[in-house]
């Protein structure tokens, strides 16, 4: 067997293929529509530096007022397509509730290696929090949350030893959603996705987070779409169940009659994940 009780490559690919029925270019044409008529509705200060490099920027769309809590969000596309443009439309329903909301850019595998995505999402939220006067909000106030790849990454900044590697509080991150994440690695690298990911078997030891002590005493709620395949449903419960082993306050769902893309949906102004996120604040 190459993973569990999967044989063969293509029995790997089907169970991790989230396009299944959906027509991407429409798709991505239709989150890019969204995502510039948000940032034509609010007031964004885009392309934010958080990093050294071109790729580590972040959109940031400003709730009213001074002092609003952030909400930093990890986009998906496998660690290896799209960035934060296309994903600016899941701002407006946390800003319309008192949040400003940074949509957070990475650089993408194989242009650089797997862990370097992991470094950049660290980095994105250590900027956030040792910079957040300047970008107008309380960045005591902070939460994450990520999709698919993003949820990934959303995941391994709780594995990460923020005092020890950072000099920042251990409590910095008040609350995490991930969405549709993938948190066991040891597929991937027997699937279509290897010649672009490149993963090591190091990589999937040091950055799988169901691998990982939780290191980060935030509320954490795992979620992924009841129409996904069994495998995103199985690396949620099977995540939920590590996080639980480890004393961490833990909630997973599917939720009824949302796949891998519907289900970001819920991040429209009164939906279901802009309540989970305000609530992570106290709003």
């Not at 194989?110 to 994105?124: N, S, T, Y």
């Not at 709780?158 to 609350?175: F, S």
């Not at 948190?183 to 040091?206: A, E, I």
Request: contains cysteine; aromatic residues 10%.
């Amino acid at each position: 067997m190459l993973y569990r009780d999967f044989a063969t490559q293509e029995a790997i690919d089907r169970e991790y293929d989230p396009m299944r029925g959906r027509d991407p270019a429409m798709l991505l044409a239709d989150w890019q529509a969204r995502s510039e008529a948000v940032r034509k509705r609010l007031r964004v200060s885009q392309d934010v530096a958080y990093g050294p490099t071109l790729a580590e920027r972040m959109d940031v769309y400003h709730a009213e007022g001074e002092g609003a809590p952030l909400h930093l969000f990890f986009h998906g596309g496998y660690w290896r397509s799209l960035g934060h443009r296309e994903f600016g439309f899941v701002a407006e329903g946390l800003v319309a509730a008192g949040i400003s909301v940074a949509v957070v850019n990475y650089a993408l595998c194989p242009k650089v290696a797997f862990g370097e995505l992991v470094r950049q999402a660290r980095a994105a939220v250590a900027w956030s929090y040792r910079n957040g006067a300047s970008l107008g909000v309380d960045a005591s106030r902070l939460s994450v949350s990520g999709h698919s790849a993003g949820g990934h990454l959303a995941a391994m900044l709780l594995a990460t030893d923020w005092t020890e590697e950072y000099g920042l509080p251990a409590e910095m991150i008040k609350g995490a959603l991930c969405i549709s994440g993938l948190y066991d690695l040891r597929p991937f690298p027997w699937s279509w996705l290897q010649p672009k990911l490149q993963l090591t078997g190091r990589d999937v030891n040091d950055y799988s987070p169901l691998f990982l002590p939780c290191r980060v005493p935030a509320a954490v709620q795992l979620v992924a779409g009841e129409e996904e395949s069994t495998e995103f449903a199985r690396q949620l419960h099977a995540h939920a169940e590590h996080l639980e082993a480890h004393g961490v306050a833990v909630s997973h769902e599917l939720t009824p009659g949302d796949d891998h893309f519907s289900i970001l949906d819920h991040y429209a102004p009164g939906g279901r994940f802009v309540q989970r996120i305000a609530a992570f604040h106290g709003l």
